[in-house]
């Protein structure tokens, strides 16, 4: 029985090979790994966004509809104060003021008391609630006659200026308030 073993010159050639189409792979793989880690990025960022604008939707849906409960004016279009009814721990009706702007890119939840004569907060929280945001503009709608807030239009932007809002209207329950 004869055995033919390799010589040094084809282990080399196999090993250069094994080599070559090892790091073809690792080089692969490792762009497999970027793109997925981008786009679990991506995803969480889609998540916190809607979680945020969830948030925002909620607050304007419980805004009070009086006029009088609102404060634009003095900030302008970059920032809303408005007053909101919600149950305290013992479950009795109380006001909170809420506001929303954008701080250093990240969209801010601005909780506390504010006098809208003053026009200056008492007491407040802040919370971010998002990042890489841009812009975020309101615009009330009013009843001329009966002085009440009908609807409330928002425009929250990202960092490269896209809209990331779809639904951006909300109704106000008036009366209900």
């Known amino acids: 029985m004869k055995s033919r073993a390799f010589t040094l010159i084809e282990l080399l050639v196999y090993l250069t090979l094994f080599s070559f189409f090892t790091l073809l792979s690792f080089g692969f793989l490792n762009e497999i790994n970027i793109k997925v880690f981008l786009s679990i990025k991506k995803n969480e960022k889609i998540v916190r966004t809607n979680i945020?604008?969830?948030?925002?939707?909620?607050?304007?849906?419980?805004?009070?509809?009086?006029?009088?409960?609102?404060?634009?004016?003095?900030?302008?279009?970059?920032?809303?104060?408005?007053?909101?009814?919600?149950?305290?721990?013992?479950?009795?009706?109380?006001?909170?003021?809420?506001?929303?702007?954008?701080?250093?890119?990240?969209?801010?939840?601005i909780d506390g008391e504010y006098d809208f004569v003053t026009r200056k907060w008492v007491k407040r929280n802040f919370s971010k609630v998002g990042g890489d945001f841009e812009k975020l503009t309101f615009n009330?709608?009013?009843?001329?006659?009966?002085?009440?807030?009908?609807?409330?239009?928002?425009?929250?932007?990202?960092?490269?200026?896209?809209?990331?809002?779809?639904?951006?209207?909300?109704?106000?329950?008036?009366?209900?308030?």
Not at 84 to 106: F, M
């Open 52 to 109: 945020a604008l969830d948030l925002l939707r909620r607050d304007l849906m419980c805004a009070s509809s009086n006029i009088h409960d609102w404060d634009q004016s003095y900030w302008g279009q970059q920032e809303l104060i408005f007053r909101k009814k919600v149950l305290n721990k013992n479950g009795e009706k109380e006001s909170r003021c809420i506001s929303w702007k954008i701080i250093k890119g990240n969209l801010t939840r």
């Open 140 to 177: 009330l709608h009013c009843d001329k006659q009966s002085r009440l807030v009908d609807r409330v239009d928002f425009e929250l932007l990202d960092g490269e200026l896209i809209p990331v809002a779809q639904q951006n209207t909300i109704r106000l329950r008036n009366g209900l308030v």
